[in-house]
């Protein structure tokens, strides 16, 4: 149980030889007015490596190439799009797939290979050779609605943001949804967990960076989101680490918490009828320490949500637990080190439904793990129910390029 929460699965994108455009060496630079020639909007290509000659153009997907089949030698893409380039007809990944970046201003150009046989469009670099959101399963625990379970089918589920500012919804066995159309990059913190509405869903909430205001999305039982509201009309950028928490005030309604850039104090935001209340100091300093935190929920089983912090300088990973006075209490080693190879926390609830809430981590470019390394490993670790955790294993690689929460 301990080893693989949840199914192994396929993998694709370390097997595919995946590379850039533009590595082949040294040919004649392109004349510029050859990159000029490619109308915005298109991606252009021409048989010779200086951009002479015929141009082929497209702005829409190729699945062959006709007489153009295999002679790309320089190429343009003047779109907004990532252009993939597949070495074999219909878009198959399997002869190898070359990744050239949108370049709305049309001024880069690069070296193919002469062996392109289709050409695809797309938002994100990774729906070059992956769906755009990975696959994600997760066990049916024990509780309905439970911690990270927002429609109530008793699988944690995973939001994830992708490169384009979408939002997709993972309810848990294997499949997806888009719930957010774009424009979700204009948010510099995503979190979730508990019910800040007091409908007894899971909610959403987001700071938007240009504005340092933050917003609550109801989440409506599905894994869409409702009509935002406004909850903090500003001054959240003067905050690091915006960290739903669960309910520990003990109202029903959910807290969140935030560490203080400029004093290092560790607040807490209780959940109201109305939005937010007045903040409650729960840390009086140091904890700008940390360079990340986690709202796991209850970790140690005293039914009150605890926190996970990582320590920048040590790479440790520290549980404080939640106290009846409504605080954080002394905290615990639960991590000696190597904590900062992760990217990211993801608080997921119960993924191995054992009745004890869990943690997942996506990984960074420093992580090494069994079968899986660098940057988009998802890592999963079960919780001791004492607020301590298993050791962890990588059980997919698939998750570059995402935030996910
Ligand atoms: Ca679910
Ligand atoms: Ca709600
Ligand atoms: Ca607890
Ligand atoms: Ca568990």
């Known amino acids: 149980m301990r080893n693989s929460m949840l199914r192994r699965l396929a993998t694709v994108a370390t097997t595919l030889g995946l590379t850039s455009l533009g590595l082949l060496g040294a040919g004649a630079v392109p004349a510029q007015a050859a990159i000029r020639d490619c109308p915005s909007g298109y991606f252009c290509a021409w048989k010779s490596d200086n951009g002479t000659g015929t141009m082929y ?51 880069e ?26 696959a994600w399963a997760a066990y049916t625990a024990p509780e309905t609605a439970g911690f990270g379970d927002m429609n109530a089918d008793r699988k944690s589920d995973v939001i ?5 500012g979408r939002l997709w919804f993972l ?36 700071r938007e960076a240009s504005t340092g205001r933050l917003w609550l999305y109801p989440g409506t039982g599905t894994g869409a989101l409702g009509s935002r509201k406004l909850i903090g009309s500003g001054g959240w950028n003067a905050m690091n680490h915006v960290t739903a928490f669960g309910n520990l005030a003990g109202d029903g309604r959910s807290d969140l918490l935030a560490v203080e850039k400029s004093t290092g104090k560790l607040w807490l935001y209780p959940g ?45 990973l520290w549980f404080y637990p939640g106290t009846a006075t409504g605080g954080v209490g002394a905290r615990v080693l ?42 988009g490993c998802l890592v999963l670790y079960s919780g001791k129910g004492t607020g301590g955790l298993y050791p962890g294993a990588p059980e997919d690689e698939n998750w570059m390029d995402l935030n996910a929460f």
């Open 171 to 206: 309810p848990g066995d294997n499949t997806g949804r888009l719930v957010g159309t774009g424009g979700w990059n204009a948010m510099s913190t995503l979190t979730r967990h508990g019910d800040f509405s007091g409908d007894g869903r899971e909610d959403v909430i987001a």
């Open 160 to 164: 994830v943001r992708d490169e384009a």
């Open 57 to 107: 153009k497209t702005n829409v997907n190729r699945a062959t190439l006709g007489t153009w089949d295999n002679t790309f030698k320089s190429v343009v893409n003047h779109t907004n799009k990532y252009a993939c380039l597949y070495d074999a007809p219909n878009y198959d990944v399997d002869g190898g797939t070359s990744i050239w970046g949108p370049d709305p201003a049309g001024t």
């Open 272 to 316: 109201t009828a109305t939005g937010l209340g007045a903040r409650k100091l729960i840390g009086s300093g140091g904890w700008n320490t940390m360079n990340a935190l986690a709202g796991p929920g209850d970790m140690n089983g005293d039914n009150r949500p605890d926190l996970i912090a990582r320590e920048a300088a040590t790479g440790k």
């Open 109 to 134: 150009w690069g070296y193919s290979w002469s062996s392109v046989s289709s050409v695809k469009f797309v938002p994100t670099e990774r729906e070059c050779v992956l769906p755009p959101y990975p």
């Open 334 to 375: 639960i991590g000696s080190g190597g904590w900062n190879a992760m990217a990211s926390f993801l608080p997921l609830g119960d993924l191995d439904a054992d009745g004890r809430n869990d943690l997942a981590t996506l990984s960074n470019s420093s992580y090494v793990g069994e079968g899986c390394r660098g940057v």
